[in-house]
């Protein structure tokens, strides 16, 4: 099985191209950058994955998609080679984007135009484990124990 899941955010804006002949089909490329869960050694903290899209999904990237914004999408690991001008050899991985995603809210997106991500916890009132603090003294009126 060839399956591949990734969320990241966008290195710089889609580029897009159109094949030639009767029926033109659109092609995206972009890159992820995908954080890692563990530094390196090197202090290296993402991954860097390109990704290729056709159709309406290069369509809609081309629509949609910028620099900074996090996406989700899903696919498969294509790899290939080709000889470049100076006779080398290169090796090429791409992932085939099957599914395409927004994985933020836009307002949240709004401010990684830059890519930047902000230090610490954006909503004082949620704990770092995704679950709202509940003020002291409202344990009377919840519904439940």
């Given at each position: 099985?060839?399956?591949v899941?990734?969320?990241?955010?966008?290195?710089?804006?889609?580029?897009?191209?159109?094949?030639q002949?009767?029926q033109?089909t659109?092609?995206?490329?972009?890159?992820?950058?995908v954080?890692?869960?563990?530094?390196?050694n090197?202090?290296?903290?993402?991954?860097?994955?390109?990704?290729?899209?056709?159709?309406?999904?290069?369509e809609?990237?081309?629509?949609?998609?910028?620099?900074?914004?996090?996406?989700?999408?899903?696919?498969?690991?294509?790899?290939?080679?080709?000889?470049?001008?100076?006779?080398?050899?290169?090796?090429?991985?791409?992932?085939?984007?099957?599914?395409?995603e927004?994985?933020?809210?836009?307002?949240?997106?709004?401010?990684?135009?830059?890519?930047?991500?902000?230090?610490?916890?954006?909503?004082?009132?949620?704990?770092?484990?995704?679950?709202?603090?509940?003020?002291?003294g409202?344990?009377?009126?919840?519904?439940?124990?």
């Amino acid at each position: 099985m060839n399956k591949v899941i990734l969320m990241g955010r966008l290195t710089r804006d889609p580029e897009i191209r159109y094949s030639q002949g009767e029926q033109s089909t659109a092609v995206a490329r972009y890159t992820l950058a995908v954080d890692r869960r563990f530094n390196r050694n090197d202090g290296q903290t993402a991954d860097f994955i390109q990704c290729v899209a056709f159709g309406r999904s290069a369509e809609f990237a081309e629509k949609y998609f910028h620099k900074g914004i996090k996406i989700a999408v899903s696919g498969r690991i294509q790899t290939g080679s080709y000889t470049n001008r100076d006779g080398q050899k290169v090796y090429t991985t791409d992932v085939v984007v099957e599914d395409q995603e927004f994985a933020e809210s836009k307002n949240a997106s709004a401010g990684n135009e830059s890519g930047f991500v902000p230090a610490g916890n954006p909503n004082p009132s949620m704990a770092g484990d995704g679950f709202m603090n509940i003020p002291d003294g409202i344990e009377e009126e919840l519904p439940f124990n």
